[in-house]
């Protein structure tokens, strides 16, 4: 279909909006080794827009140095055609060698960041924070960024208004880890918002954000779970649509997987407690990533996945476990 260039080292983590821009336009984020965030957004989705035109390559200055802000060079997006040629998009608007690039290939910079972190960049994902108040809509999905440096940041749309296509900001930066921070997952029911991460000092930890309209916040741990000396690489929340999460699996850098409870009470805190293991898990090799089986919304049919847990090892293989969800 199509190639986005534009980092300048290897791109380490892609995630797509979960509802596009407010113009309906999809957007995509990626991250890389090169420190960068992107925000690509494709324009023939959008009304009135048009493939070819010239990528509008938004750099926002980094936080916390004058002299790292720089504008970045346009992005392109290069497809193929029916015919095998290669198309792309040219800094002066015009369409590559190919020619135009076919529906749906045209793809603009809506925003990038080149020095969103002080070292690289592991991963992007979406989160989407709850309603502040019962009845009330929910405020715009926050993209999640975290890597090398040992920071996990929330980004935030300028404004907060509307969904993507915009100027992007630091909202919050969980910072606590020592080392790199390898995953960082959403958590549902624990207020307006709750992130729980792992990192390289082999902690998993849960933050909680606040208010999602308010500014100026500097989160801590809410809980600290040590599961030994080594990294914890993967991290995975039991999807619970109706209510709490209350379930994490992780793997760790001594190849086990561990079953984490994520506890509450009812003054609002949160705490975490290591409720099982399976040593070995892939052998004498490491596990190194994991993640729960979708569930299907409330009142509708879905495979008869819920409770499985696929993990990754560099044993080669990829294995399901059963998680009773008693825990």
């Not at 926002?60 to 790292?68: A, I, R, V, W």
């Not at 369409?95 to 992007?124: L, M, T, Y």
């Not at 994902?125 to 999640?144: G, T, V, Y």
């Not at 898990?281 to 996945?305: L, M, S």
């Amino acid at each position: 279909m199509g190639t986005l260039e534009g980092h300048e080292s290897e791109v380490k983590g892609v995630a797509w909006h979960p509802h596009g821009t407010a113009s309906g336009a999809a957007l995509v984020a990626t991250c890389g080794r090169d420190r960068s965030l992107w925000m690509w957004e494709r324009v023939d989705d959008a009304p009135g827009g048009e493939a070819g035109a010239a990528p509008d390559a938004r750099a926002t200055k980094n936080d916390e140095s004058e002299d790292d802000f720089d504008r970045a060079p346009p992005g392109r997006m290069r497809g193929s055609s029916d015919d095998g040629s290669s198309t792309s998009s040219s800094d002066d608007g015009g369409a590559g060698e190919g020619g135009r690039a076919p529906p749906g290939q045209e793809w603009d910079v809506s925003w990038v960041n080149q020095q969103a972190h002080a070292a690289d960049i592991k991963g992007v994902a979406w989160w989407e924070p709850a309603p502040d108040a019962p009845r009330m809509p929910p405020p715009p999905p926050r993209l999640l960024s975290w890597g090398y440096d040992g920071v996990c940041h929330v980004w935030a749309e300028a404004g907060q208004g509307g969904a993507g296509g915009g100027e992007w900001r630091r909202w919050r930066s969980l910072r606590g880890h020592e080392g790199t921070v390898w995953a960082c997952v959403p958590l549902t029911g624990g207020g307006p918002g709750a992130l729980a991460t792992a990192g390289e000092d082999g902690t998993v930890r849960v933050w909680t954000l606040g208010d999602a309209n308010a500014d100026d916040v500097e989160p801590t741990a809410m809980a600290i779970l040590r599961l030994g000396p080594r990294p914890v690489f993967a991290l995975t929340a039991l999807p619970a649509p109706e209510g709490a999460t209350r379930l994490l699996a992780a793997t760790t850098g001594d190849n086990r997987i561990v079953l984490i409870s994520v506890g509450r009470n009812t003054a609002g805190s949160m705490s975490l407690a290591l409720v099982a293991e399976v040593p070995a898990a892939h052998g004498p090799r490491e596990a190194n990533t994991a993640a729960f089986a979708p569930r299907p919304p409330p009142g509708e049919p879905g495979p008869e996945i819920a409770g499985l847990l696929a993990t990754g090892g560099d044993d080669g293989t990829v294995r399901l476990w059963r998680v009773m969800e008693n825990h």
